[in-house]
């Protein structure tokens, strides 16, 4: 609040460790350390999207004229500018009628690229050192197969593989670190009760509840109490 540096005592520092482990170090490694290269991957791939769709990367198309043509500064300026103004723009695509010279593609499109395999494979592996499922993160590599149902399951995935994993390392490093100053008897854990996403489907509940009751396998108070009813009856 003084916005003034304090020393901390190495002693009263707890570190909560990513459990992604560094190969060669054997230590554990923040997850975006991990899969820096993917990272850089996926980086580069977008600024060469952007290139490609700004300027193809490369001169879009080369016009070859005989090298004896002897063209003037200004007449090759004039040239790019009528193939650009019959051939640019929206007019890409259109068919070009050369006379004197030879029209050359110089670079691929975006499905010679196989652009979006380039894309998927960076998103997957930066998806998974985080543990996050594809299709919980909106990445396309997710997204391509996602349905409501595989987005409600990859949301609860996350929460119990992900999550609820890294809570209880967490729990258990405060707890041991802790203990030292509170004693042994110190216990921290992580309350999950009102996750949305780990709660079962209220008509499943209901489902299950209603077919026990209806199979005498449970009492009437006790269903009314599973369904999170009022156990208001009368005595039996």
């Given at each position: 609040?003084?916005?003034?540096?304090?020393?901390?005592?190495?002693q009263?520092?707890?570190?909560?460790?990513?459990?992604?482990?560094?190969?060669?170090?054997?230590?554990?490694?923040?997850?975006?350390v991990?899969?820096?290269?993917?990272?850089?991957?996926?980086?580069?791939?977008?600024?060469?999207?952007?290139?490609?769709?700004?300027?193809?990367?490369?001169?879009?198309?080369?016009?070859?004229?005989?090298?004896?043509?002897?063209?003037?500064?200004?007449?090759?300026?004039?040239?790019?500018?009528?193939?650009?103004?019959?051939?640019?723009?929206?007019?890409?695509?259109s068919?070009?009628?050369?006379?004197?010279g030879?029209?050359?593609?110089?670079?691929?499109?975006?499905?010679?690229?196989a652009?979006?395999?380039?894309?998927?494979?960076?998103?997957?592996?930066?998806?998974?050192?985080?543990?996050?499922?594809?299709?919980?993160?909106?990445?396309?590599?997710?997204?391509?197969?996602?349905?409501?149902?595989?987005?409600?399951?990859?949301?609860?995935?996350?929460?119990?593989?992900?999550?609820m994993?890294?809570?209880?390392?967490?729990?258990?490093?405060l707890t041991?670190?802790?203990?030292?100053?509170?004693?042994?008897?110190?216990?921290?854990?992580?309350?999950?009760?009102?996750?949305?996403a780990?709660?079962?489907?209220?008509?499943?509940?209901?489902?299950?509840v209603?077919?026990?009751?209806?199979?005498?396998l449970l009492?009437?108070?006790?269903?009314?109490?599973?369904?999170?009813?009022?156990?208001d009856?009368?005595?039996?």
């Amino acid at each position: 609040s003084t916005g003034q540096w304090m020393r901390v005592d190495k002693q009263d520092v707890i570190a909560l460790k990513w459990p992604s482990i560094d190969p060669f170090t054997r230590e554990p490694v923040p997850p975006l350390v991990a899969v820096a290269r993917e990272v850089d991957m996926d980086t580069e791939a977008t600024r060469y999207a952007y290139a490609l769709l700004a300027n193809d990367a490369t001169p879009r198309t080369m016009i070859e004229v005989d090298g004896d043509a002897g063209l003037t500064a200004t007449e090759i300026d004039a040239m790019k500018a009528q193939f650009y103004a019959f051939h640019g723009g929206d007019m890409r695509g259109s068919v070009a009628v050369l006379q004197g010279g030879k029209l050359t593609r110089a670079s691929l499109n975006m499905e010679e690229l196989a652009f979006d395999a380039l894309r998927r494979v960076p998103e997957a592996r930066i998806s998974a050192v985080f543990g996050v499922p594809p299709e919980y993160s909106g990445l396309t590599v997710g997204l391509e197969h996602s349905t409501y149902n595989n987005a409600t399951t990859a949301r609860a995935v996350f929460y119990e593989d992900t999550i609820m994993q890294l809570c209880a390392l967490d729990a258990d490093e405060l707890t041991h670190d802790l203990a030292q100053e509170f004693g042994d008897n110190l216990m921290i854990e992580h309350d999950f009760s009102k996750v949305v996403a780990l709660q079962e489907n209220q008509d499943a509940v209901w489902t299950r509840v209603s077919t026990a009751w209806n199979d005498g396998l449970l009492g009437q108070r006790e269903a009314r109490r599973l369904l999170g009813l009022a156990d208001d009856l009368p005595p039996d």
